[in-house]
């Protein structure tokens, strides 16, 4: 039997990057998935590729009827909900400080942080009367250390990683455990956009992502569903309020010349907006 055997879990930015790949992973572990996500049409793809194990809806995490509607569709699909995977994300405003506009800094922050606070919220709401779940959020190398994110970025995850560490010891006794992953230079259509440009091109960000990464290599979204499947299954069963990085040990991100990017000069136009 697989690790998440007869498990239901919730994903979400389930259609690509770090969410695919842990959709992945679960159901090969024999787990139920939701995959939510803003990119319907590819969510749809991949739970069509996936079988009957899976289902698809377009959710904006920002907003909380639609993350309770995922928590719900769950439930009413597949009969209870054991595991939330928080993984949405987007890159976010950026640049430097004096530039950042309130609008860009409420928008990121509500796509980074409010919707984990909507996630945890929920998933307890249906986790609490049976007694048993796992919550996992995503979070960042950027939460545990300065220079690796974009100053909003920066900010909302060390927030996830604060306010998981908050909601555990009341959690554990319900039988709840929520931990987080950070996840280091990740090869995936975000950091691609950082390392050269384009959030197309993976095969070239893979050659620039890590260059400076004591693995000598950059993070693969395998590498992240690995971690993100062990604190889900029961062999984590005493893993509460950790702080999991998975960073091959500890990077800075390099651009395509195999620099260093400062954060501050990246422009408003240059954001990568979409799905990590």
Known sequence: MGRLEGKVAVITGGASGIGEGTARKFVA????????????????VLAAELGDACVAISADVAIEDQVSAVVDLAVETFGQLDIMFNNAGILGSVGPIAEISAEGWHRTMDVLLSSV?????????????????????????AGVRAGLGPHVYTAAKHAVIGLSQSVAPELGPKGIRCNVVCPGGTVTG?????????????????????????????????????????LASDEASFVNGSVFVVDGGGEVIAD?????????????????????
């Open 29 to 44: 572990e024999g787990a139920r998935c939701v995959i939510a996500d803003l990119q319907l049409e590819r969510a749809q």
């Open 190 to 230: 975000l950091t691609a956009r950082l390392a050269v440009g384009d959030h197309n091109n993976l095969e070239e960000a893979t050659k620039v992502i890590g260059v400076n990464n004591p693995m000598g290599r950059g993070g693969r979204v395998e590498d992240i569903a690995n971690a993100v499947t062990f």
């Open 256 to 276: 395509r010349n195999g620099t260093f990017v400062d954060m501050g000069s990246i422009t408003v136009q240059e954001a990568d907006r979409t799905g990590v």
């Open 117 to 141: 606070f909507f996630g945890i919220k929920h998933a307890t709401r249906v986790m609490s009367p049976k007694g048993s779940g796992v919550i996992i959020n995503t979070a960042s190398t």
